[in-house]
């Protein structure tokens, strides 16, 4: 639920608990809204993002990482790739920020209910794709069974790692497999290759799954290739993409995808689009 | 509806009268064009203007606005909007049917589910003084894109119906209140007055010119998204943005916090911004969704003419003119649309015709 200011580019003022260093680039930070109002109400969809706003440095565009379920605290895992994202990388525990959202579409979770649930992420893309996953362990009598395939280039790059291997034993209990790839580390102990390289040991049915995918352009491709022709519903293929934002609401065009026949805002429309959209807007991914 | 005349040599003194509880901005010499600007001398304002070199958009979007006023020392946040509505109310005065659609477009953009509280706000305190165009002007084609007349967006419109005077037609209580603080100035319109209206709006439609037609401009540029014109254009463009800050619709802008030198405050400004910059889809890790040139000016062309009618319902032009004015490089978005309605004329149609 979008609890909404008067001004809507007006944030809320948010305390970071904890930050967690994943990996070289990227941190995972705790946040909670000071005002315990908000704190309770705050409801988001996986899938769905925030504008983190650094006073004096300005706002960027962040998933939401956490489970949609825990209530009170959200989780973001920021990249350092910029002057606004450096600064947040500079934050200690006890910090304000300003936080406003959620926006954009989010996954159509309830869609999800009754499947089984393929999660593919390639680097960063585990962000947006814990919160879906989390929303599912969370919620684990609503699914069938579950895959989450996780890849980067190299082993240190491997956004979650070690809080997957720790999940490993009692997933496997429940039925939820968890595979975790490197494409280009030789010193690497687990599994190489592509995420489609991997997809035998994906423990779901394709005629009654739904899938979730976040990565670069080119695993979409080859993920689109390989699903389809393994026969999963494409109706269930969703994916979430990656524009420049600045307001978040539709209003500054930043993050506008035309094309001929269609038009939408990443930011309002997606940044979820289903394997209609992807297949049918030329430049979506 | 009661509609009203006023002398066109009692506009300066109406505009005097005003003044008082008004600022009052119209269309003022400046060099060899016109700009919209204070009405300092109202004797200099010349409602015979042909177009202005940049829109009334100005003073709904500034060019760089300040929305929060970020204090770093007490980490505070706090908006603008108040100052805007403590601004001293604004009259636009003798605006043109094609800015008039303008402002209605961006009220449709910063309208609706997430409401702009800043451009609300500059709406609140403007009155707009309509004024109707009976000759062309040198650019404009405002009649191939139905945006020679106004449904509503105006408070006062005048419409001029013989050399002395002008024809008023009030559309607001905002309207209202002019005729109430400047009674004077007004008089009841007449039969023959209103007889003088239909034959001014008679001369419109015998002098605007109707060449374009761009009634299936979507399914044209459905067509069109291969065509060559796009890589042609996108080479002559220099992607200097001047069309996007002359244009009444273009409304995309850039969010940024400047600090202040002090280092204990800052601003989070929004300025106006376009698809045309290098910069406008690049996103971190340096990947451009649209790097070369062809791609954004096509996408600028896609958005006026496509997608503005996906999302907000009407394409976004107003035929004003005022980008092919401002083009370094010549490109005539009235000569593109030409094109592309022969692209669509040439485009196969079912044998035996419909």
Redesign the interface.
């Known amino acids: 639920m979008l609890i909404t200011k008067?001004?809507?580019?007006?944030?809320h003022k948010c305390r970071l608990l904890r930050k967690y260093e994943l990996t070289e680039h990227e941190s995972l930070f705790l946040f909670r809204f000071e005002d315990p109002e908000v704190a309770q109400n705050w409801r988001y969809l996986p899938g769905q993002f925030v504008e983190l706003?650094?006073?004096?440095?300005?706002?960027v565009p962040i998933s939401i990482c956490s489970s949609a379920r825990r209530m009170g605290f959200f989780e973001l895992c920021i990249?350092n790739?910029?002057r606004v994202?450096d600064r947040i990388h500079k934050l200690q525990p006890g910090d304000?920020v300003?936080i406003r959202g959620p926006y954009g579409n989010g996954f159509p979770v309830d869609q999800f209910h009754g499947r089984d649930l393929l999660c593919v992420a390639a680097g960063l893309g585990m962000a947006p794709l814990r919160s879906v996953f989390l929303y599912a362990i969370d919620n684990r009598w609503l699914f069938g069974n579950i895959t989450i395939i996780n890849t980067a280039r190299y082993g240190k790059e491997l956004l979650f790692q070690k809080e997957l291997e720790a999940m490993k034993d009692i997933a496997t209990a429940e039925n939820i497999a968890i595979i975790q790839s490197t494409t280009r580390d030789p010193d690497w102990p687990g599994l190489k290759g592509r995420a489609t390289e991997h997809m035998d040991k994906a423990n779901v049915d394709p005629k009654n799954c739904a899938v979730a995918m976040c990565g670069p352009p080119a695993m979409y491709r080859g993920m689109f290739n390989y699903l389809v022709d393994a026969g999963y519903d494409p109706r269930y293929i969703f994916v979430t993409l990656?524009?420049?934002m600045?307001?978040g609401?539709?209003?500054?065009?930043?993050c506008?995808?035309?094309?001929?026949?269609?038009?939408k805002y990443a930011c309002k429309d997606g940044p979820v689009f289903d394997y209609y959209a992807i297949i049918s807007i030329p430049?979506l991914i | 509806m009661q509609t009203y005349t006023i002398r066109k040599d009692e506009i300066p003194k109406l505009v005097e009268a005003l003044k008082e509880e008004y600022e009052v901005f119209g269309p003022m010499p400046k060099r060899t064009s016109y700009v919209f600007a204070p009405v300092t001398d109202p004797t200099k304002m010349n409602l015979d203007y042909d177009s202005t070199i940049m829109s009334p958009k100005k003073y709904y979007l500034p060019s760089s606005q300040t929305l929060m006023e970020v204090s770093l020392k007490n980490a505070t946040i706090e908006d603008t909007v108040k100052d805007i509505l403590d601004q001293k109310p604004k009259i636009l005065f003798g605006v043109h049917s094609c800015d008039i659609n303008g402002i209605n477009f961006l009220n449709r953009v910063f309208d609706g589910k997430y409401d702009d509280p800043y451009f609300q706000a500059y709406k609140e305190i403007t009155t707009v003084i309509g004024l109707n165009c009976l000759e062309p002007c040198k650019y404009g084609f405002c009649r191939a894109v139905n945006k020679n007349f106004v449904l509503d967006g105006y408070d006062l419109f005048l419409t001029e119906i013989s050399d002395t005077h002008y024809y008023v037609h009030v559309g607001s209580p905002r309207g209202d209140r002019i005729l109430t603080i400047a009674h004077e100035f007004f008089k009841e319109a007449k039969e023959e007055d209103g007889a003088a209206f239909t034959a001014a709006l008679h001369k419109k439609h015998e002098n605007l010119p109707v060449a374009l037609h761009i009634d299936n401009i979507h399914e044209t540029l459905d067509l069109a998204w291969d065509d060559a014109i796009w890589d042609e254009l996108g080479e002559k463009c220099m992607n200097c943005g001047s069309c996007a800050l002359v244009c009444p619709t273009c409304y995309c802008f850039d969010v940024q916090d400047e600090v202040d030198l002090s280092i204990s405050k800052a601003e989070r400004v929004r300025k106006w911004d376009t698809c045309l910059f290098y910069d406008f889809a690049l996103v971190a890790g340096n990947h451009n969704f649209r790097e070369d040139p062809p791609a954004r000016l096509k996408y600028r062309f896609y958005h006026k003419f496509r997608g503005a009618i996906h999302d907000q319902g009407e394409i976004a032009c107003t035929g004003c003119g005022r980008c092919i004015d401002a083009c370094p490089a010549g490109i005539s978005i009235k000569d593109v649309l030409f094109r592309l309605q022969e692209y669509w004329a040439a485009s196969p149609t079912p044998q035996g015709g419909l």
């Not at chain 1, 008067?6 to 944030?11: E, K, L, R």
């Not at chain 1, 609401?249 to 930043?254: E, F, L, P, R």
């Not at chain 1, 506008?256 to 038009?263: F, L, P, R, V, Y």
């Open positions: 008067d001004n809507i580019y007006d944030t706003s650094m006073l004096g440095y300005g706002e990249r790739a910029g994202t304000i300003g990656e524009r420049r600045k307001c609401v539709g209003k500054c065009g930043h506008n995808i035309g094309t001929a026949t269609s038009w430049g």
